[in-house]
């Protein structure tokens, strides 16, 4: 159920064994992909006729995504990251140091050595919040708000809910070889690297060949195609669901026996009842138990009902004058430095005066310092679009997070006439009980008595909102049910020990390939 990211990898991996599983995707949506999709721009405006909404771009350790890529013939390219956080006198950039950072380098240097001390003590902080962690250090709130929560927020796509994520995550961010985005930590800089980003490409021609390589592969593609409930499921019969299946006005489709067509719209509605041995929930836990309605399990009802969500929307938009009100998006002389405790910065102005073009960029709300408002300059980071044009012609998304807080929003200063695009999102809040009271008890649902109600979950939401778990989510799923791991992935070191590590967890599974 779902043709995101891991409903399509999921069926992609049972769909290596066509003689043990036959395979149906459904999807309410027209297309496949979930939040990875492209919308069409004005070239002649622009430069480029696509632009990736939603997903745009990963990590370099995402390699069950680069995976798929690149057997579907797609091709992914790397950046070097620059960021701009704040304005003004709170303004701060991995490019160049400014006054944020040398009126913070004390407190800089003491961070360094605590997150060391975290590290050391990992399990005792483990399910601490970042915002209790830092107080129990002393950090001052303008040091926390300024600096650490918007470097934590870019990475994870936290937003809102990043002090309340678990301390190891910040903790891994600044430590590992591997996973860290700001490793080595900078003693007088707190972060100085320029990480290597993933750009993704053309997300809907990505998903597009994805679903045509499927169909050939014999897997059934139900687009448009609803789950309305689940209404029974038992260990002899399977699962039993009612469907609604949306046709065309002058569709000359066949309709099963007893099926209603009650919409007078131009897309028609059938109603169906339909039974499969298996399946696979690959939708956002609160739609799951939404479906499974009273054919829940207790615990069914209490580890999705933990999760938390909120309603984020991006604004795709040319407004530069919104973007230089809230940002810093060229070099800005007036709060460079070139001295951060008798290291010489000299060298790294100068370079920033040529060079500096941030892509991701955060701003404080002015209502609480603690609320995030996160943009995007796609120009500078996707690479369909030219680089060599003035900041007039670039594209900007803006993300406003969380509608409970639309008060401290400031959508309404851009300009109507500049909008692109409107993309609203139903996210996952990332904190500290997502990892008390669902992941852990993830194996339960999808382990324990699985074999009775014929029931898996998959999707981002089993441990952090990003593509890449989405894919290793729906492999899982799949090979919980018999089939293989992927052989080309088998040949990766660091892809066999992402999905061992995740089917341990989420399906206390051992995998022995």
């Not at 701009?84 to 950039?93: D, R």
């Not at 209603?260 to 719209?265: A, E, G, L, R, T």
């Not at 996160?374 to 690479?383: E, K, T």
């Amino acid at each position: 159920v779902g043709a995101g990211a891991a409903g399509m990898a999921c069926a992609d991996t049972l769909a290596q064994h066509p003689d043990r599983f036959h395979v149906t995707v459904v999807e309410a949506q027209s297309n496949c992909g979930g939040q990875m999709f492209s919308i069409p721009i004005d070239q002649k405006e622009f430069g480029a006729s696509w632009l990736n909404q939603g997903v745009q771009g990963g990590s370099h350790i995402y390699h069950h995504t680069f995976y798929v890529f690149e057997k579907l013939n797609h091709h992914p390219r790397t950046v070097d990251l620059q960021v701009s956080f704040g304005k003004g006198n709170t303004f701060w950039t991995n490019v160049y140091p400014t006054r944020l950072v040398a009126r913070h380098s004390k407190e800089i240097e003491r961070f360094s050595w605590v997150i060391k001390v975290m590290r050391w003590f990992e399990l005792v902080f483990a399910m601490i919040p970042i915002k209790v962690s830092l107080k129990m250090f002393f950090f001052s709130d303008e040091f926390i708000n300024s600096m650490i929560y918007p470097s934590l927020a870019l990475f994870l796509g936290t937003g809102n809910a990043t002090p309340n994520l678990p301390t190891v995550m910040m903790e891994r961010l600044y430590t590992s070889p591997t996973y860290g985005m700001w490793y080595p930590i900078d003693r007088k800089m707190l972060t100085s690297n320029l990480p290597p980003m993933v750009v993704f490409p053309e997300a809907t021609a990505v998903y597009t060949d994805w679903q045509h390589s499927l169909e050939k592969k014999g897997v059934s593609i139900r687009l448009n195609t609803q789950v309305k409930e689940v209404i029974s499921r038992s260990k002899t019969d399977g699962v039993r669901v009612s469907i609604i299946r949306k046709l065309e006005s002058n569709s000359s489709f066949p309709s099963e026996e007893g099926a209603k067509q009650p919409s007078n719209d131009p897309l028609k509605e059938e109603l169906l009842e339909e039974t499969y041995d298996e399946i696979v929930f690959c939708v956002l836990a609160d739609t799951a138990k939404k479906l499974l309605g009273n054919q829940a399990r207790w615990i069914e009802k209490k580890v999705l009902g933990e999760t938390k969500w909120s309603d984020d929307v991006t604004v795709t938009h040319n407004d530069l004058d919104y973007m230089k009100r809230w940002y810093e998006l060229e070099y800005n002389k007036e709060v460079a430095v070139s001295d951060l405790g008798g290291r010489d910065e000299s060298g790294r102005v100068e370079k920033a005066k040529e060079l500096f073009q941030p892509m991701y960029l955060i701003k404080q709300t002015p209502a609480d310092q603690r609320k995030l408002e996160m943009s995007f300059d796609c120009s500078a980071f996707q690479y369909q679009l030219p680089k060599d044009v003035p900041l007039e012609k670039h594209v900007f998304q803006t993300i406003f997070l969380n509608k409970k807080h639309e008060e401290t929003w400031s959508k309404h200063e851009i300009q109507p006439d500049k909008i692109v695009a409107e993309s609203w999102w139903h996210q996952l809040c990332h904190s500290y009980t997502h990892y008390l009271f669902v992941v852990p008890f993830l194996f339960l649902l999808n382990r324990v008595r699985s074999h009775r109600y014929h029931t898996r979950f998959a999707g981002s939401w089993t441990l952090v909102n990003a593509h890449e778990v989405a894919v290793i989510s729906g492999i899982a799923a799949a090979y919980s049910l018999g089939a293989d791991y992927p052989t080309e992935l088998k040949e990766d070191q660091f892809a066999r020990l992402c999905f061992r590590l995740y089917l341990l967890l989420v399906h206390w599974r051992w995998f022995s390939g």
